[in-house]
């Protein structure tokens, strides 16, 4: 937990965002895995505080279920109107009761790149200095559309002037405002009620606070950032898909650094919930989503998709789409293989080349190596599933499940239509369709017998070309008797 407990963050996140031209609300849009107030909310608990408050506006029905189905103990808000982001943490601290006692650090909900070491390091920094209000600031290339920050001839903040409402001597100063805060909480609230709306939004703007607090003669601080692109804002989705970049290089470093081999980083996607082991290997082309997990020595890639998928140690995933699967140790997937939702694959098991499999429990060493379907089904260990199998698992109203045992060999082309049970060490023929249990042990032979009509060809298709490579196929052997 942190040194610095706040006594309450607020995020602000009750805007339109009109520039996403988008029906879903800005700050429910996603990049790696996660909404924007999602990230931000993220960040925000890395502080412990006593209190998070979401300040929710336009859809704000939508954020609201949003936040309740995800980060469970966040409260909101509610701006009516959006007169301004002093107006938003005037409803937050309304929501609260009284004036915090201790540090409120006020961020927005479309920042989704601030890292929690960047709050922490800001409430250190506000606490070390004893500051009625620290703001943390950075050096952009570009400041337009952002709060200037004004420092007089000793260096210390003096204001932040918005960019409509600036001189052409401000608007050249590129240390901006990130709108990321820490203040006082009872010096906050006295403040809130100080601020005016004459400025050329007409709006309550909380970056007018700073100003309050110097002339009433408390220390005002800011702290720069390190990284400007941590603060970016997302205000349309060339900005949203700028975001993600960053973010998933930031994801994809951070395994590389851990011991992870990323071949071609610029093209393979991550969610910031994946984790993985030391020696795993991506190969490019590869999306990794979800609470995947890539484990020692696996190999994933290349061209394939995992959401909410284990693959455990030393397995080979290869130009595979998967979803809710486990593949165990030493497995070998792909290519072009498909595991949809509830497929457990053994140790040392293979889904071979064009296999779809579902609700499917593969025991370890179990082979369906070809061109199959395997839905609804559990197979023991060390069984082989011939090419071109399917488990018919459907009769047009209900799923049933086939059960398959241990060191089974059935054949190439089976039909196992369920509900049907495979004995331990059974097997079945080629082109079979089973429809009965198989005891163990057994050899399961369900096809039409074999009649062969000799001169067919001849007296149904005289002249053919087939007919005369049967009558010299017969003057061959007539030649070599
Ligand atoms: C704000 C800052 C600016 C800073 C910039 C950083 C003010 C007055 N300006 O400008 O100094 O450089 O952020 O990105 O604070 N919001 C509400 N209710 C409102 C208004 C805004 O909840 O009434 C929320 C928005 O949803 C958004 C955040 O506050 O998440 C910032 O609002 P926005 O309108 O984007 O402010 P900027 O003009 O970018
Ligand atoms: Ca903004």
Not at 184 to 211: F, M
Request: hydrophobic share 40%.
């Amino acid at each position: 937990m942190s040194a610095n407990r706040p006594a309450a963050v607020v995020v602000l996140a009750a805007g339109e965002g009109t520039r996403m031209k988008s029906k879903t609300p800005k700050v429910l849009h996603e990049i790696c895995g996660r909404s924007l107030v999602g990230h931000v909310v993220s960040a925000a608990r890395e502080l412990s505080p006593e209190h998070l408050v979401v300040v929710v506006g336009h859809a704000s029905e939508q954020v609201e279920a949003h936040l309740a189905a995800e980060y469970a103990g966040t409260r909101t808000a509610f701006q009516a109107q959006q007169n301004g982001t002093g107006h938003a943490v005037r409803m937050a601290l309304e929501e609260l009761g009284q004036a915090p006692e201790g540090t409120v650090v006020v961020v927005c909900g479309d920042t989704p790149l601030l890292s929690g070491e960047t709050l922490t390091a800001l409430a250190a920094a506000h606490a070390a200095d004893g500051n009625a209000v620290t703001v943390l600031t950075a050096e952009v290339p570009d400041s337009t559309g952002y709060g200037r920050i004004v420092r007089d001839e000793t260096g210390a903040v003096t204001a932040i002037v918005e960019h409509k409402d600036a001189t052409d001597e401000q608007r050249a100063i590129r240390e901006i405002n990130s709108g990321v805060f820490a203040f006082d909480g009872q010096l906050l609230a006295d403040a809130l009620g100080k601020v005016r709306t004459d400025n050329s939004q007409g709006e309550e703007y909380l970056t007018d606070v700073l100003g309050i607090l110097r002339e009433a003669g408390h220390r005002v601080g800011a702290s720069v950032a390190a990284d400007h692109r941590e603060i970016l804002g997302i205000n349309n989705r060339v900005q949203l898909a700028e975001a993600r970049r960053l973010l998933n290089e930031r994801l994809l470093e951070r395994a590389m650094l851990a011991g992870v081999s990323i071949v071609d980083p610029a093209s393979v996607l991550v969610d910031v919930t994946v984790t993985f082991e030391q020696d795993a290997i991506v190969h490019p082309g590869t999306q990794l989503l979800g609470a995947s997990h890539i484990a020692e020595g696996a190999e994933v890639g290349p061209n394939s998709r995992l959401r909410d998928t284990t693959v455990h140690a030393g397995a080979r995933v290869d130009n595979t789409v998967a979803e809710d699967a486990e593949i165990g140790a030493g497995a070998k997937v792909g290519p072009y293989t498909y595991l949809r939702p509830g497929t457990r694959l053994g140790a040392k098991s293979k889904a071979g080349a064009y296999v779809e499999m579902k609700n499917a429990s593969i025991g370890e060493g179990t082979k369906v190596p070809h061109l199959s379907y395997v839905g609804d089904a559990t197979i023991g260990d060390h069984t082989n599933i011939g090419a071109a199998s399917v488990f018919v698992n459907y009769d047009g109203e209900a799923k049933h499940h086939t059960t398959i045992g241990s060191h089974c060999r059935t054949g190439a082309d089976n039909m196992l239509v369920a509900p049907v049970t495979v004995g331990d060490g059974a097997y079945t023929a080629a082109g079979s369709v089973i429809t009965k249990d198989v005891p163990a042990g057994a050899l399961a032979v369900a096809r039409g017998q074999q009649r062969n009509i000799e001169g067919w060809v001849a007296r149904k298709r005289p002249g053919s070309a087939a007919a005369q490579a049967a009558t010299a196929a017969a003057e061959v052997v007539a030649d070599e008797n």
